[in-house]
């Protein structure tokens, strides 16, 4: 009977999707001197909100059996909080299911009192994501050439920053590793900075309240897509308030000039910050997101 209880506890354990966090630096970059003010509150929504990020990190949730493909997570929030709950660690659970490594990116929240440039250090912060992630390619059973990233709101901002700004050396990289993702998952995200199209707040967070001309340009993603952007799977709702959905048009519209592989996911109704869950409509983003997985043979025909 012990003998049972102890095989029965084993395969509960197996079940359970192990974590692992993550620092991104020894010494962070673009930094100040501060102390760490970083806060977490649940709401009654459920959702836990982190403000005041400025000792970057990420959380690796490893599945039972890994197929080779590993995903950045950037939790939304408008640059002024990270939704880590159900725009982070609830997918990295999910995509586990489907044996995708998922590393959920708590990225530092621009801040003048404790960056020495603001609008640099959530793109330093992914870079260095990616780049941890290849050099432990081997070690954490990932293939390199199918890591992505992932973004819901202004999360999406970041993670469309990381696919067409990737050549930008942010931080050291001695060893020369790519920081370009090999595809982006964009949900409800922040796209532009033009005045048309922007969500505010993304905005002024990141590049403060008059950002000049070019400032503008260089941070909306949509004027930045090139022939080597990567592919990209995309969602909104056509009655989002808070980020219209003429920013995944707009990105949307890029990838298919440059006839870069790419598929969409309009919903007539699902507001903002939905989720993996739009509970406004029938059908589950989710599933339209695996069989494209499948597609750009990402995730194996068989799961």
Known sequence: MKKLIVIA????????????????????????????????????????RVSLVSV???IMFKPRNPNGTAVIICPGGGYGILAITHEGLDVAKALNEWGVTAFVLKYRLPDDKTMMD????????????????????????INPKKTGVMGFSAGGHLAASLSTRYKEQLIENPEHISFRPDFSVLVYPVISFTDGLTHMGSRDNLIGKNPSANKVKKYSNELNIDKKTPPAFLVHAKDDKA????????????????????????????????????KMEA?????????????????????
């Open 9 to 48: 506890s084993l395969l509960l354990t197996g079940m359970i999707q192990a974590q692992d966090t993550i620092p991104l630096y020894n010494v962070v970059p673009n930094n100040k001197s501060f102390s760490n003010e970083e806060k977490s509150q649940t709401g009654a929504d459920g959702i836990t």
């Open 56 to 58: 970057p990190e990420m």
């Open 118 to 141: 603001k609008s640099i250090g959530p793109l330093q912060d992914a870079e260095r994501a990616m780049q941890i992630i290849r050099e432990h390619a081997e070690q954490w059973s």
């Open 243 to 278: 980020v219209p959905v003429g920013n995944t048009m707009a990105y949307y519209s890029g990838l298919k000039a440059q006839k870069i592989p790419t598929e969409i996911k309009i919903y007539e109704k699902g507001g903002h910050g939905f989720g993996m869950h739009n």
């Open 283 to 303: 059908g589950n983003w989710m599933d339209n997101l695996k069989a494209w997985m499948k597609a750009q043979k990402l995730l194996p025909v068989t799961i």
